[in-house]
């Protein structure tokens, strides 16, 4: 294998509302090369497939492509882990375990991001019995600030912090994935369900399938306009006829109203590969809009019904600057900075139109609306980084254990940004 993440425009992330600052970017072919470039860097961050919305990867040092490194996969059938290059992408190591026989549990909504840069952010899919992307790593290679290569596997004192890192303890070069055997995938799409009757019983609904998706445009506050559900092929029964009196769709969909469904994985409940149906959009296709912003909260599954009114009433100003905001599940992991972290989740997610000034004036209202039910901003994604730093530890226990693994891993403050700094490291 050759090809990890596209390098292409290393100077803007993925939807373009940010050019980054780097002063240099160097491309390694190999580790020395890597190593080289870390040592005498005084600031660098890496770029993994540039898919964050806010400065999490910005420098105004150096950038290091995780791309260009030799992408490598290695099953260990008898572990059950996959190690794999960390600029590698989910859309190429994916087929390459099919093909073997194996499969991850999850994946996110598109196929197109690094492993590395996706678990350095607590990325997800959705399943309320599946954990994020970050809660399947079992081992990561890590170049730090000093240039020295460790190796961390779960159960290790420091592998807990180290995993969802905000790209903040240095250079991913490997990740160690579990692996389960391969599945099959049927998706089926219900338009227009009762919103009353949902959050009656939300876990009833959220439980329909393996991951199941949830997507409101809130033009009618009323309505879910779209349930998406993905049933294992060997699930036990049917996929239901209707879901509370809505009915299966009759032609493919597109999250986004009026969009073609061209771009998007499988579905009218025919089986597929896993990685062919969990993903929403297909790898040869531009994921969502393409031209859009993006925020998420996720909520302690106890405070999502009272999450969820709160957006609701929220519905009128919200409706105008949104594209689509979709509902997701993950389970609880033990990973110190992952939105996830102790608890199960709802992710409450908002595609925005791609009016940042109108998007950053309104999210600190959404924000003070969540803020009695504990939600913890995506960190790829925008939210208000303004007071980050005193509300932060109070949604993380481990806040300050992050803080001393960073201070011990990165002396230098080699891949300190001012992200970082405004969160208080
Ligand atoms: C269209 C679209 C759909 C999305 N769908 C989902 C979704 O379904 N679920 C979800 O949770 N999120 C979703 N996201 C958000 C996305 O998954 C995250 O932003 C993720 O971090 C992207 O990975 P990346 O490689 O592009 O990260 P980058 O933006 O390149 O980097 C993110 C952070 O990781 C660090 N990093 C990257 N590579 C390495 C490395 N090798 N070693 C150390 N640090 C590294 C960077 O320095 C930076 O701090 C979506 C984004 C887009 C644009």
Redesign the pocket.
Same mark, same amino acid.
């Not at 197109?112 to 959705?126: D, E, N």
């Not at 890192?165 to 070069?173: D, F, I």
């Given at each position: 294998m050759t090809s990890t993440?596209p390098t292409a425009d290393v100077h803007r992330?993925?939807?373009s509302n940010l050019e980054y600052r780097a002063a240099r970017v160097v491309a390694p072919t190999s580790t020395e090369e890597l190593i080289d470039a870390v040592r005498s860097a005084s600031r660098a961050?890496? !770029?993994?497939?540039? &898919?964050?919305?806010n400065t999490?990867?910005d420098?105004d040092g150096v950038h290091?492509l995780?791309g260009t490194?030799p992408a490598t996969v290695e099953i260990d059938s008898a572990r059950r882990v996959v190690r794999a290059?960390?600029?590698l992408?989910y859309g190429g190591l994916a087929p390459v375990l099919d093909r073997e026989g194996w499969a991850l549990a999850n %994946? =996110?909504? %598109?196929p *197109?991001? @690094? !492993?590395?840069? =996706?678990? =350095?952010?607590?990325? &997800?899919?959705?399943g309320d019995a599946v954990g994020? !992307?970050a809660s399947a790593v079992a081992g990561l290679e !890590?170049?730090t600030a000093d240039g020295e290569l460790q190796t961390l596997r779960r159960g290790d004192a420091d592998f807990d912090g180290a995993v969802v @890192? %905000?790209? =903040?303890?240095?250079?991913?070069?490997a990740v160690e994935l579990d692996i389960v055997p391969t599945f099959e995938v049927a998706q089926t799409v219900y338009e227009r369900l009762p919103l009353d009757e949902v959050l009656a019983d939300l876990d009833a609904v959220t439980g329909l399938g393996y991951s199941v998706s949830m997507f409101h445009t809130w033009r009618d506050p009323g309505i879910v306009d779209q349930l998406w559900v993905k049933r294992r092929a060997d699930a036990a029964g049917d996929a239901p006829d209707d879901v509370l009196g809505a009915a299966p769709a009759t032609a493919k969909r597109h999250p986004l109203p009026d969009v073609s469904a061209e771009s998007c994985t499988d579905q009218l409940g025919r089986p597929g590969p896993w990685y062919a149906r969990l $993903? &929403?959009?297909k790898l040869e296709f531009? $994921?969502?809009?393409?031209d /859009?912003l993006?925020s /998420?909260y996720l909520v302690p599954r106890p405070n999502a019904v009272a999450a969820i009114q709160q957006i609701r009433a929220l519905a009128p100003r919200v409706a105008p600057l949104l594209q689509v905001c /979709?509902l997701?599940t993950v389970a609880r992991d033990g990973l110190w900075l992952s939105p996830a972290y102790d608890t199960d989740v709802v992710?409450i *997610?908002f595609?925005w139109k791609p009016d940042q000034p109108e998007v950053e004036a309104l999210l600190p209202v959404i924000e003070a609306a969540l803020e009695p039910y504990g939600a913890r901003p *995506?960190?790829?994604?925008l939210f208000v980084l303004d007071g980050a730093a005193d509300r932060m530890p109070r949604l993380y226990p481990r806040w300050s254990d992050f803080a001393a693994l960073r201070d011990r891993l990165d002396p230098r403050g080699v891949?300190r940004?001012d992200?970082l700094e405004r969160l208080g490291f």
């Open positions: 993440a992330n993925w939807a961050k890496v !770029l993994g497939s540039r &898919h964050c919305f999490i990867a420098t290091i995780s490194l290059s960390g600029g992408r %994946l =996110a909504s %598109l *197109h991001i @690094s !492993l590395a840069g =996706a678990v =350095a952010t607590g990325t &997800h899919g959705s994020s !992307l !890590l170049v @890192s %905000l790209g =903040a303890l240095g250079v991913v070069t $993903p &929403h959009f531009t $994921p969502s809009n393409g /859009e993006q /998420e /979709e997701r992710g *997610h595609t *995506h960190w790829g994604k891949f940004n992200f």
